[in-house]
T-cell receptor, first 115, second 115 residues
Framework: DGGITQSPKYLFRKEGQNVTLSCEQNLNHDAMYWYRQDPGQGLRLIYYSQIVNDFQKGDIAEGYSVSREKKESFPLTVTSAQKNPTAFYLCASTRGSGAFNSPLHFGNGTRLTVT | AQSVTQLGSHVSVSEGALVLLRCNYSSSVPPYLFWYVQYPNQGLQLLLKYTSAATLVKGINGFEAEFKKSETSFHLTKPSAHMSDAAEYFC?????????????FGKGTKLSVIP
């Protein structure tokens, strides 16, 4: 079955360390997205990529970085510059880029805890 | 610009009772509207979406939503709640013709179903 795989499911890091979250999709989708979810805050867009080797900042990109070297993969690095990194991170993808015709498909998330 | 407000961060209903989750939107042009559901520790899944074709939209799992332009609302309903409906529900809005990266999510409403 096609889908989005996020790993690991839970991640623990010490403050000051960079950490990379994996997102792989086998849906042959062109566009991929990273969202951050905090309790009572909804979803906020961190970065998105509509094509390989290109990506754009979302609403809360500070302290994060991404790469898109392959269509299937869109890893997110949470750097030490991110002031409050503890959160639930969701990766998503869409076949095209239009909101109506291309609903978001989500992975099951990575819960990051930084102490 | 667009925004969405979900009234009630937590709603409790008895099993078999009507489910009503409220969503109001703000948009300068005709919007696209979506409801997503999130089960614990999982990603989001599309329940239904609104186009201009019909004001009453039917989705999966017996849910439906009615677009009311005069009230700028898109409330989600289900006639009879099941235990399996316990989850968090997100309303989202984008402008017609917008990209998926321009989707704005509400803060979510957590639905509890009491046996």
């Amino acid at each position: 079955d096609g889908g989005i795989t996020q790993s690991p499911k839970y991640l623990f890091r010490k403050e000051g360390q960079n950490v990379t979250l994996s997102c792989e999709q086998n849906l042959n989708h062109d566009a991929m997205y990273w969202y951050r979810q905090d309790p009572g805050q909804g979803l906020r867009l961190i970065y998105y990529s509509q094509i390989v080797n290109d990506f754009q900042k979302g609403d809360i990109a500070e302290g994060y970085s991404v790469s898109r070297e392959k269509k299937e993969s869109f890893p997110l690095t949470v750097t030490s510059a991110q002031k409050n990194p503890t959160a639930f991170y969701l990766c998503a993808s869409t076949r095209g880029s239009g909101a109506f015709n291309s609903p978001l498909h989500f992975g099951n998330g990575t819960r990051l805890t930084v102490t | 610009a667009q925004s969405v407000t979900q009234l009630g961060s937590h709603v409790s209903v008895s099993e078999g009772a009507l489910v009503l989750l409220r969503c109001n939107y703000s948009s300068s042009v005709p919007p696209y509207l979506f409801w997503y559901v999130q089960y614990p520790n999982q990603g989001l899944q599309l329940l239904l979406k609104y186009t201009s074709a019909a004001t009453l939209v039917k989705g999966i799992n017996g849910f439906e939503a009615e677009f009311k332009k005069s009230e700028t609302s898109f409330h989600l309903t289900k006639p009879s709640a099941h235990m399996s409906d316990a989850a968090e529900y997100f309303c989202a809005v984008s402008l017609s013709g917008a990209g998926s990266y321009q989707l704005t999510f509400g803060k979510g409403t957590k639905l509890s179903v009491i046996p």
